[in-house]
């Protein structure tokens, strides 16, 4: 049966225990600032690996509010001293931060405490456009259900974060009988804050004795932006910032407590509640699984933690992956389930006298750039967020029962592939929604590089834009080889082990993606797949139709 440990302290190791924002201990050790680093990086490299370049309109917009919280002074406050001021003011901007459910919670708390003090505020959310208050109403007094309400605004076009989020503020303002107005327009950030704040100016002429609670992406809340258009109206309220990377990082250094709230000044305040890898990991996940999209065309809800501040059970979320994986791939025989289940929060499995090992440093480096990683040595999967690709890929590692190879021979890379492959199809499985580069994009990102005009983007892309020649370089010696590769191309593999495990691991997606697609046209059965990753050990091992099937199409 899987487990989760408890996460009892190492000897000798500091420890600051601090109270977070849902009044539970949040323990960081001395090692956490380093390792929440490491953490950002990761996931911010990996997120630009989905997206590719910087969007110049967004990267200039972004500056001002990075600027702002970057150099801001802060000063403790209580959430009350926020609601007195809110309360007291015609409108209260809340920032918002589209993937993260507890950024929604939070404004719905905010709500529930307006109703404490009385207040009965105007509900004024960025994700409704304008033109569709109408819709809005028709859904709060139950003469739309939620499909017909989503199908009207054409919610994955025109938003597409995930639904579910934003649902309970609905729930709560139909239980309540409180009024919500769309506020989103399209065009240019700098456009829409214009927009934003004319509808906002309305909203204030039509309901002159209520408070309008708005909920805006936190971008548009720097000074410069829609609070600016705003004063060109005379309108001015508190503003609430949500979950401050500089903030965050700067009180861990310092061993302060970087939860809570604070005052910026000039009626600015800043709520703290959820780590930045936390908050940017969720990002990474809607980018790789479609968001609502997956919710919608496969009928389900991605497993969240409770608004309630409970954790995740994170043993019984992987045995219902160990269960799902085992139906796919006839393991029901395979009875002696046994594994740990560790988030970034706690890494006291390393401890571990494997970790002084040879393998074992290699496997730490991994974990603490961020990785997912099965350990077999002790049956622990680490995963450095509750997100559907990585945990049932590290799942299928687990019921592969086999050690990630790390060594730097060129049968230690294809063995690598082969594990690398065999979780992606788990994951595509589970998540046939979840996308990685086609050969054809790699092509085109490799070509475009060199008319990058952005030095920073030039650096951030540069290990991607070599992981994505060497794949290229790789398939292509396939062909040639007629699905045999060479030992010629050992020389991929160089001396860089986080280069040369992300160029096995992205030639192990690429053939995974291939795989499943052979599987979807029907031209491979899940027998294939479970021989494929249970017994044989050749990653090419399909590689004859998997060419076959890709010149058919």
């Known amino acids: 049966m899987g487990s989760v440990p408890s996460g009892t302290e190492p000897h000798g190791r500091p420890c600051y225990t601090f109270v977070s924002h849902e009044g539970g201990p949040v323990h960081y050790r001395s090692v956490d600032l380093r390792l929440t680093r490491r953490l950002l990086r990761s996931i911010k490299r990996q997120i630009r690996e989905v ?96 499909a017909g309400f989503l199908g009207e605004l054409d919610y994955i076009k025109h938003w597409g974060f995930d639904f579910s989020h934003y649902k309970p503020i609905f729930d709560h303002a139909r239980e309540e009988g409180l009024m919500i107005r769309g506020l989103n327009r399209e ?58 990377e500089a903030v965050f990082m700067r009180k861990l250094a310092a061993r302060q407590d970087p939860f809570g709230w604070w005052s910026l000044g000039k009626g600015r305040y800043l709520n703290n509640n959820t780590p930045p890898p936390v908050k940017m990991q969720t990002f990474l996940t809607w980018l790789e699984h479609g968001g609502e999209v997956l919710n ?20 019984d979320t992987v045995a219902r992956y160990v269960k ?59 995963l450095p967020m509750l997100d559907v690709n990585r945990t049932v890929q590290e799942t299928m590692h687990y019921l592969m029962g086999a050690p990630l190879p790390v060594g730097q021979t060129f049968n230690a890379f294809m063995a690598r592939i082969h594990y690398f492959a065999s979780g992606y199809i788990a994951s595509k499985m589970v998540n046939p929604m ?13 070509k475009d590089y060199p008319l990058l005009q952005c030095e920073s983007d ?52 690429t053939l995974g993606d291939d795989i499943h697609r052979l599987y979807d046209a029907g031209r491979l059965s899940a027998a294939d797949l479970k021989r494929y990753a249970f017994t044989q050990k050749d990653p090419l091992f399909f590689e004859a139709r998997r060419l076959a099937l890709r010149h058919a199409t």
């Open 458 to 509: 030039r650096r951030k892309l540069w290990r991607q834009i070599q992981v994505y020649g060497g794949v290229l370089e790789f398939f292509g010696a396939v062909r040639l080889a007629n699905g045999a590769v060479a030992a010629g191309l050992s020389h991929l593999l160089g001396t860089d082990m986080k280069s040369a495990f992300s160029l096995s691991e992205q030639i192990g997606r």
């Open 296 to 315: 919608m065309l496969y009928g389900h809800r991605r497993a969240t933690r409770s608004w309630s501040g409970e954790e995740i059970d994170l043993s």
């Open 187 to 244: 065009g240019s950030l700098a456009r829409r804050d214009a927009l934003m704040a004319e509808r906002i100016q309305d909203l204030v002429k039509a309901y002159p004795t209520r408070t309008l609670l708005v909920q805006v992406g936190d971008l548009h809340l720097a000074s410069g932006h829609l609070p600016a258009e705003l004063t060109r109206f005379g309108l001015h309220g508190p503003v609430l910032f949500q979950n401050s």
């Open 324 to 382: 799902v994986l085992k139906d796919y791939f006839g393991l029901h025989l395979k009875t002696d389930d046994d594994y740990q289940v560790y988030l970034y929060k706690d890494l006291s499995f390393l401890r571990h006298s494997f970790f002084l090992t040879r393998l074992g440093r290699v496997y730490k480096a991994m974990i603490l750039d961020g990785r997912p990683l099965y350990v077999h040595q002790d049956k622990t999967i680490y």
């Open 434 to 446: 979840r996308h990685s580069p086609t050969l054809l994009e790699m092509e085109r990102a490799v």
């Open 51 to 146: 997206q590719g370049p910087e969007d110049e309109e967004v990267a200039a917009y972004y500056r001002p509010y990075s600027r702002e919280l970057e150099h801001c002074w802060t000063r403790p406050v209580l959430q009350e001293n926020f609601l007195a001021a809110g309360v007291a003011s015609p409108l209260v901007l809340v920032g918002d931060f589209h993937t993260l459910d507890q950024a929604q919670h939070i404004f719905l708390r905010l709500l529930k405490e307006f109703a404490a003090l009385g207040a009965r505020p105007i509900v004024v959310l960025e994700m409704v456009n304008v033109h569709h208050d109408k819709a809005i109403a028709r859904y709060l007094n139950g003469r739309l259900d939620e």
